[in-house]
Structures are given as C-alpha cells and as structure tokens.
C-alpha cells in the first residue's frame, strides 16, 4: 500500500464509518422522540428533541459533503506541489490558489484532461453541492430578517 493510499484511508474510513452508523442512530432517536411526543417545536419556540436528531442528521450531510470537497482541494493541492515549481509549495500564497488554477497547472503538466477522468462528473457535483450549503442563520443575517431566538442582527453597512 503507497503512501497516498494510507492517507487516503485515514480520511475516508472514518467517514464511511459515519455514513454506517450515525444517519441510523440519529433516525431511531428521532424517532423515539416522536413516539415519546416530543416533536414540532416546544412552547418556548425551541426545537424538540425530534427536530434536534432531525437536524443533527442534515449537519452529519452537510459536514460530510464539505469535508470531501476540502480533501479533494487538498489533494489537488498536494499533487500541484510536487510537479511544480517550489513556487507552488505548501505556502499560504499556494494554498489560495483555486482549484481551476490547479486543475489547469496538474492538466499542463500531465497532459491530461481532468474532466476526462473516471467519476470527475461526481467530483464537480459535491464541489456544486459544498458550495449551495449556506448556513441558516447566516442566510438569515444576510437578509438582515430579525430571528425572533436570536434577538436583532447587528447590521454591518
């Protein structure tokens, strides 16, 4: 086993074991929370313990999809650094690179076409998918909507 695929492994193997057995967990507690009747949102206008598993469940997702889209930058990224000019080293000038500019550099360089390679459609539609995940609240700060939990959001114009 080379290197890369050790590293490989250390990430992907605790995030299979994430999808196997925290979306199932989160599921049962949601619904035993239901049975037990605590579900909707409770009297304070807090979430129950329901809508709390339910949520839980859609940021286990979330992080998930934002976690793959950073390894795939990562490894992008580590690849730049070995084919090219100590310029593209592991400095912050390097790291701010996007990932079309990396893509371009490994594409020159190998003579490939990365769009060409096997699964690189899936690839583009969690980069498409990290990039849609908006936090809530902070889709509300941004229109300036007063949430009625969180009091007035400051404006910053």
Known sequence: MTRLDLMIHWEIDPIERLLDEVPAFLAQRAEEARRAGNSGLLPD???SDEEVYLAASSLTRDAIIYHLNALVDWFLLALATRILPPVWGLTPQAQSRSRGQLIK????HYHVNVKQLPSWDQVELLREEANAIK???LC???AGVNVILLGPIPSFG
């Open 135 to 137: 936090p809530p609240l």
């Open 45 to 47: 206008g807090r979430p």
């Open 140 to 142: 509300f700060a941004i």
């Open 105 to 108: 550099a490994i594409e020159s």
